[in-house]
């Protein structure tokens, strides 16, 4: 045997390793990624397209999905608000405990959604510290929407905050240093120079973080009350059809949400080419 | 360094409120909550017999499905890195979908799919094996739920990772096995710690994906945050608290022991350099 024939062989073996370890890969990527998601629509379409159709718009489920499009619509104005404000803060100053708020910002993720809920049902519950005085005043805070709203807030604002960070402490802050010192008063700086460098990692922050306000289940589920109709977002209504073995109802609203969760991850694979393109043609013209 | 950049008093003002009053508060309303009870009554609630099997079988559960998820979280992260292949780019999007898909959702789809009528109940049920409401479908759910912790640790270290190292040990006389155990996983550890120890610690705190495939039964398939909620159906909130409390001190300790363990990996790569 000369060199060349072993070079070939060894080849053909790497080759062949190769198309083992791919095909491996997509055998456990299909049985634990795309089985659930083809079941969602699958069911949900099961009976046909019409069944869907009155699925989705029978009353209780257009109650859900409008009381789920209002959570977000007050969430997200919201969450951008403080994400700017914290992301302004930590990533453009230096000062002593920078550490500890970032890592603040973490906590949200690592505590379960049901303790989560049960956090704020001790703050604004009946006997609550808040809650006591807000139900003297004549609000309901617990087991209705605004208890939902607080607990999206708090599942889904450190996600706009993490996602400006990295790109506002990449880029520095010397050119809103230079239109300040050009004249630019607090306002226009922010929004012809700060927006314009920070506005895809907003996008990017925004659409996540609607993806999981509108998906939030357990932390929701604590606070809510279940209250058909009333107090029931897309996610538990959709639980509340599944046990009471309406699986055309829980499967069409779900599959609502498994779209939006496409979407989703479209939007995000999009922006994140649309970033690396940016950042080549910058690095193209600073070589050039 | 000194900046002339507006707004750092009222942005940390709005900061340090936002963070207490969403944070801080209601974690310390959850402590004071739990003291309320005496020491007794606390210890009699930590060490009851279907709290104790709750956070053992969330453990066992979580376990089983990190070990899985590190095997296959590592072969998903080389294919996509080191190979091309027709609907790659559509796989890297996918594997993201865990974040993305809320739980509740989540949790029916799996709970039907594994359900002896379903799918892949139905072909498991015919050599006598059943997902379905048992601790396994526990862990069918929690490998769903944390395999891209495991994926998107691995992949960036990876693509950072030059395939020349791996020719130098091949050239050098190292064999396949040596080579992953010498060379790639060494550079990986640090990423596969954290990324399968978030994924843990998401396992045991994890609700929506699981209730519906679990079964619930008390002492064989009830996680602890279905101990919560029945605590609360009851009206006893000192009860949960106490359990919730349990919950934030492991996930805490978890996140210590991660952040310890990459220390001192960190500290031994820096001695080697």
Known sequence: MNNSTIRLKTREKANRQKWILITLGFLFFAVILLAPLFTVFYYAFAQGFALFMQAIGNEEALAAIWLTVKVALIVLPINMFIGVVMAWTIAYFNFKGKAFLTALLDLPFSISPVVVGLMFLLLFGLDGLAGKWFIEHGFRIVFAMPSIVIVTLFVTFPLIVKSLIPTMTAQGNSEEQAALILGANTWTLFFTVTLPKIKWALIYGVILSNARAMGEFGAVSVVSGHIRGLTNTIPLYVEISYNEYQFIAAFACASLLAALALLTLGCQTLLGRLQRRKVEKSLHSRTA | ?273
């Open chain 2, 1 to 273: 360094m000194r900046t002339v950049l507006p707004f750092f008093k009222r942005g940390m003002t709005i900061t340090l409120l936002w963070l207490f009053s969403m944070i801080l508060l209601p974690l310390g309303l959850l402590i004071a909550t739990a003291l309320q009870l005496g020491g007794t009554d606390i210890w009699a609630i930590v060490s009851s017999e279907r709290v104790v099997a709750s956070i053992l079988l969330s453990f066992k559960m979580a376990f089983f499905a990190t070990v899985v998820n590190l095997v296959f979280g590592f072969l998903l992260a080389w294919i996509l890195v080191r190979y091309d292949f027709w609907g790659k780019k559509l796989m890297n999007a996918l594997i993201d979908l865990p974040f993305a898909l809320p739980t509740a959702v989540a949790g029916i789809a799996l709970a039907s799919l594994y359900a002896p009528t379903g799918l892949f109940g139905g072909w498991l049920a015919k050599i006598g094996v059943q997902i379905a409401y048992t601790p396994f479908g526990i862990a069918v759910a929690l490998i769903f739920v944390s395999l891209p912790f495991v994926v998107r640790a691995i992949q960036p270290v990876l693509e950072s990772l030059d395939p020349a190292y791996e020719e130098a040990a091949d050239i050098l006389g190292a064999n396949k096995r040596i080579t992953l155990t010498r060379v790639i996983i060494p550079a990986l550890a640090p990423a596969i710690i954290s990324g399968a120890g978030m994924g843990f610690a998401r396992s045991l705190g994890e609700y929506g994906s699981v209730i519906f495939i679990a079964g619930n039964v008390p002492l064989v398939s009830e996680i602890a945050p279905l101990i919560i909620m029945s605590k609360l159906d009851l009206y006893d909130v000192r009860g949960a608290s106490v359990v919730a409390l349990l919950m934030i001190g492991i996930s805490f300790l978890l996140i210590f022991l991660i952040n310890a363990a990459q220390w001192q990996i960190g500290k031994k790569m820096m001695q080697v350099k």
